[in-house]
């Protein structure tokens, strides 16, 4: 057994001899004097303090030092030190949009488990499964948003130090088809965080639909020529793109509009000047943010919100950008082979904003494909060897230990004290008594 905070067991120490040292300073009354002039003496009782070669109320001692004693072992945390195995693995498990067939990256896992190994499966965030992971493997599938390799590792390190007290050394097993599109600036920094060699299984990568692929195309904006949007949209179609895409302004969904937007995977996004879009409401008081975020996209400047999606249009939607708080700007849904966005943010025509390249940007967003298609571009050889990196095993004492472990003990100790405490008053009440 070990105390992972044991400097409370030595504080309940000092103060339980401070209880028993008070237990032998005692009140008595002194010997009674006849004196010639007691009649100038107070009517009052007169005590005097002294020392006692024996403690007095001694059960009351014993229940008060046994009530700090019993708080501060459960405040010091006892925990049994487990049997160390030599080695542990940390699996990183890619459910993005990138895995081909989830089967093959739980087959990939299973071989390789053992009890008391740990999982975690990333795609735009990542988790960490239960005691039962290789049975809840069974029940996942890819999701369709992209993969983030900064998360997995991110999260990789925190499973890692859950499991420095049970192994003398941990293996980091990455499951993934390791593509470009997954890697960004923060991930090989990451991946530093984790001392050691990893083992890297590589899986199919999945590849676009048929049915979703698109031509290079153009975006067209419906307004008029006093519109500032008018002016990011002409900047941003110089640049070659991927699809069709059209701009409303006016927030009004015509039948051939709609007939249109499901046709060839074609992007209709309703970005009303002044209107409603569409699937939100209006936000009561409006208020402002300070900036919209999304995947690639960072922009900074004030903005005035009016409108706001509630829980229940999120349904079967995608949000492709949000605001600086979380909530979300930009949300998709696809309608037949096409995709129809809707924007909630507003665009002035004061200052330089529509002509900034991160506005030009979030125009290259909204006016995407639905869904981000999937670009199986392999990560370059200089990544995959960062991520698999050199060396031995991680070590367990290259991880930060774990301020959270559960006491088992901790709950006992504090009943006893409880109980202690009752008895306590129990005793006191019948001394005055």
Same mark, same amino acid.
């Given at each position: 057994?070990?105390?992972?905070? %044991? ?6 120490? $000092? ?14 009354? %002194?010997?009674?004097?006849?004196? =010639? ?30 009530? $700090?004693? #019993? $708080? ?25 949009? #990138? ?5 093959? &990256?739980?087959?990939?896992?299973? =071989? ?42 991110? @999260?990789?390190?925190? &499973? ?22 997954? /890697? ?130 999120? /349904? ?37 904003? $529509? ?12 006016? &995407? ?11 370059? @050889? ?45 005793? /006191? ?5």
């Amino acid at each position: 057994m070990t105390l992972l905070a %044991p400097g409370f067991l030595w504080a309940s120490l $000092v103060l339980a001899a401070g209880i028993v040292a008070l237990h032998f300073i005692v009140r008595r009354q %002194p010997p009674a004097t006849v004196l =010639p002039t007691a009649r100038f003496v107070p009517d009052s009782p007169a005590t005097v303090i002294v020392r006692d070669a024996r403690p007095v109320d001694l059960l009351l001692m014993l229940l008060r030092v046994l009530i $700090v004693l #019993a $708080v501060g072992s459960a405040l010091a945390k006892p925990v049994f030190e487990q049997k160390r195995q030599a080695t542990g693995r940390v699996f990183v498990v890619d459910a993005s949009r #990138a895995t081909s067939n989830f089967r093959e &990256a739980a087959d990939s896992v299973r =071989p390789l488990f053992r009890e008391g190994d740990a999982i975690v499966l990333f795609d735009s965030a990542a988790r960490a499964l239960g005691p039962a992971a290789p049975e809840s493997l069974s029940t996942v599938h890819a999701s369709t948003t992209s993969g983030n390799l900064s998360a997995g590792l991110t @999260a990789a390190v925190r &499973a890692g130090s859950a499991l420095r007290d049970r192994v003398d050394s941990v293996e980091l097993v990455l499951v993934s088809p390791l593509l470009a599109e997954e /890697r960004d600036a923060a991930t090989d920094s990451i991946r530093k965080l984790w001392p050691g060699r990893a083992r890297l299984i590589r899986i199919r990568p999945a590849t676009s639909d048929s049915s979703l692929s698109v031509a290079k195309g153009d975006i067209a904006i419906d307004t008029d020529q006093t519109d500032p949007l008018a002016i990011t949209v002409s900047m941003a179609a110089k640049r070659p793109f991927q699809g069709n895409a059209r701009i409303l302004r006016s927030g009004k969904l015509t039948a051939a509009d709609s007939a249109w937007m499901g046709t060839d995977n074609h992007v209709l996004a309703l970005w009303p000047t002044s209107g409603r879009p569409p699937f939100a409401e209006e936000r009561g008081p409006a208020d402002q943010s300070g900036g919209i975020v999304g995947r690639d996209l960072r922009l900074v400047s004030t903005f005035d919100r009016r409108w706001k999606y509630p829980p229940d249009s999120l /349904r079967d939607a995608r949000v492709i950008a949000r605001w600086a708080d979380g909530e979300p700007a930009v949300i998709e849904k696809r309608v037949g082979n096409g995709c129809l966005k809707s924007v909630g943010i507003p665009v002035t025509d004061v200052g330089d904003l $529509v002509i900034r390249p991160e506005f030009q940007r979030l125009v290259e967003v909204v006016t &995407a494909p639905c869904g981000d298609l999937v670009a199986a571009t392999p990560l370059a @050889a200089s990544g995959v060897a960062s991520l698999g990196g050199a060396g031995r095993l991680a070590p367990r004492d290259a991880f930060i230990p774990r301020d959270n472990i559960p006491s088992p003990l901790a709950p006992w100790l504090f009943g006893l004290a409880l109980i202690a405490a009752l008895a306590e008053l129990v005793v /006191r009440s019948r001394s005055a008594g």
